[in-house]
């Protein structure tokens, strides 16, 4: 609520596209594993493996596109301006924006799916190197 002080826009999930269809890719990429798990198909498997790779790189680019817009792209009629003073939190870390400390770190589900990808391409490596 105190970001709209500084001309951040409000937080309305309706603007977020990405919550709309986010849950599809989700459901796919669960579908697909599954899949590639029981068909035991290596070909599938690879298809996995890449696209679980590239969507979560470009979730993590969206994120950042994200915050870059809502800490850079700020009310000119704001309350409190601040000379050459951006807002955009940390994608990972901590940072102090003025006087407060903004923190970011995964949660339970993004740890897990981090630890995914890095188990699901060492099987690959591991892999390419028996064959």
């Not at 068909?39 to 470009?58: D, E, G, Q």
């Not at 596109?65 to 409190?80: M, S, T, V």
Request: glycine share 8%; hydrophobic share 50%; proline share 5%.
């Amino acid at each position: 609520i105190l970001n709209h002080y500084i001309g951040m826009k409000y937080i309305v999930p309706e603007s977020i596209p990405e919550l709309t269809y986010f849950p599809y890719i989700i459901i796919g990429l669960c579908i697909t594993g599954l899949l590639a798990a029981f068909s035991r198909k290596k070909w599938l498997a690879y298809t996995w493996i890449i696209s679980l790779t590239v969507l979560c790189i470009l979730g993590i680019y969206d994120f950042w596109l994200w915050e870059y817009d809502y800490g850079h792209n700020l009310d000119p009629n704001a309350a409190i301006k601040v000379e050459g003073m951006t807002y955009q939190p940390p994608l990972f870390g901590e940072k102090w924006l003025l006087n407060f400390k903004a923190t970011s770190y995964p949660h339970v589900g993004g740890i897990l799916l981090g630890i995914s990808v890095l188990l699901a391409n060492a099987v690959w490596f591991v892999q390419r190197k028996k064959a």
